[in-house]
């Protein structure tokens, strides 16, 4: 980090993003590439991405030859959300209301998707730098018909734990960061942030309840305001870290749902990650290439420093305090 | 492939480089933040990186009160390797002898720090898209005192695929893509290119030895000389794709070295990777997130779409045919 910088500067946020554009897909009354017309949502909207990367039915690639040449079909829906009928607004700048719409909103589609399919990944690419290409707010979710690799790796190392110790791993996690409070961000009754033990993003969290949840939709009432209202908080603090629309990627994980859901997961805990990609400043971001492609991640600042320069930061939003 | 991009576009790379600028701490002649003076040297130059990831001396985190919080001291040196004394070349611009020093280069480091490190890392960001911060040709050696992630990862695969099968998987991998040719990018007397079975990476590919070599050291004088002329034919096609100095993260993997080299590590066959960021055009990118990073990889285009592609390519520079 004391390493004087002279590489790339991402370009500044256009601000100037328009409440309501005809001609953006995303938002109400706009006609989509495949020619529907969206309604006059006034809350969320889901619809099915016209673009998807998965399909219900792709072909089967036929019986492998060789031990080292299989593939398998990859069948799946990918859907988009749009979380408020406004373009120039953000997560952090709704009100605790919206937000709860937005929660309820992703607990409704676990539930129905994951009816029929194994996995089911809400996930939020936001910013220009992380590869969105629309500033209207919205998430997506993509439905597969298998456990994607991190599922995979997440829920050997649940049961693994779960066997050997007999409880969840990420609620002893969460406990046990209690305690040592020292990679805390936020606590609230019923959800904690933290920067993980583990983290390799500079400024990456960990959002947990603190009650034993394997999915979205098993959140009660409360939980899903107060977690409505946390998430509030730690996108403000995020925004007000270098006083930006803060990028990131994020999404939730929870128990395999589909034909299996009724098995035992009770190793599982639910969890959001997030993913931001900016280290130094507004524009000067962690670039994960070379030794972390090739060989291992390194940090560039502890997840100790991270957690505290989020604690410390205001929790109203830099755009909305008092001048 | 079919979405329309709206997002964000790369700066167009600044073209004027000059050949020595003399408060540029890679150059010739040039003092670096320590105080050293560079030598005028007209070869490679290899040099201490003077902001270092790793320590010979880190200390160690001492003893774990928990099993879910487990850290181990992470030591080495990292070092920085200069391919030629002109800040205006890049590696397919330069000749063929030239290359042939950089691998000679290559292999004499592996060597030296391979004598007491278990791993010793390779590898070169290229361009400002790549996190690369200065533009003179160069790369990086970072020796660990431990195996990398990716390099533990390797070694089991390549471990249990010799104790299965009898022989090393990237023997009979580059034996299979010989034959079934359909994603074999260049073949020389020596080496293979192929975009790999398994690449994420739109443009990735795999460089392997057709011997079973083990380490960099251990290549021929006219393997090495074979390999600098493949490595010019591969980065002119890379910088031919988009017409642009090909953004990229490479690096070599052979067998650990450290006190253990003398064990058996037949498994283990020599490669480079190479990871190119870019996807559409000189200034699109493929961006790694959301699904990616919460879930799995998913491609946009196919390796043999990639592969095909490459090959069509021509093996002289766009910048030195003639106008
Ligand atoms: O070592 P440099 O060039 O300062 O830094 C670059 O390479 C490192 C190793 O791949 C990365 O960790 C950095 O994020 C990147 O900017
Ligand atoms: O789906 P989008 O917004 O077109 O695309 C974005 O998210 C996808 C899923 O994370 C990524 O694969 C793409 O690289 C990224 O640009």
């Known amino acids: 980090m004391k390493r004087p910088w002279q590489g790339q500067v991402e370009p500044p946020l256009l601000k100037t993003v328009p409440r309501h554009d005809p001609h953006n897909p995303l938002c109400p009354g706009a006609t989509r590439a495949n020619g529907e017309v969206n309604p006059y949502y006034d809350g969320t909207f889901l619809f099915d991405n016209d673009f998807p990367a998965l399909q219900p039915d792709a072909p089967s690639p036929g019986p492998s030859d060789h031990p080292l040449f299989k593939a398998e079909a990859a069948r799946g829906v990918c859907k988009v959300m749009c979380f408020h009928p406004w373009s120039d607004v953000t997560l952090p700048l709704m009100s605790v209301p919206e937000i709860r719409t937005v929660v309820d909103a992703w607990a409704s589609v676990t539930e129905e998707l994951g009816a029929q399919y194994p996995w089911v990944q809400i996930f939020e690419n936001k910013g220009a730098m992380m590869g969105c290409s629309n500033p209207h707010p919205h998430c997506q979710v993509w439905a597969s018909s298998f456990l994607p690799d991190i599922a ?134 962690k670039f994960m290439v070379g030794y972390e492609m090739l060989a291992q991640a390194q940090r560039d600042l502890t997840p100790e420093q991270a957690a505290e320069r989020l604690r410390m930061l205001p929790e109203v939003h830099y755009c909305l305090g008092q001048k």
């Open 152 to 285: 995979q790796r997440e829920e050997r190392s649940q049961r693994a734990y779960q066997s050997q110790h007999g409880e969840p791993l990420l609620m002893e996690y969460g406990h046990q960061e209690l305690l040592r409070r020292e990679r805390l961000v936020l606590t609230s009754e019923h959800w904690l942030v933290l920067v993980p033990f583990w983290a390799v993003w500079p400024f990456q969290t960990l959002l947990l309840p603190r009650r034993h949840v394997r999915r979205l939709p098993e959140l009660t009432p409360a939980e899903r305001d107060d977690l409505a209202c946390i998430m509030k908080k730690l996108l403000t603090k995020y925004d007000n870290l270098f006083e930006t629309s803060f990028p990131y990627s994020m999404g939730w994980h929870g128990a395999p749902t589909g034909s299996e859901a009724g098995a035992n997961w009770d190793h599982w805990q639910l969890h959001a990650h997030y993913y931001p990609p900016l280290l130094r400043s507004a524009t000067i971001r």
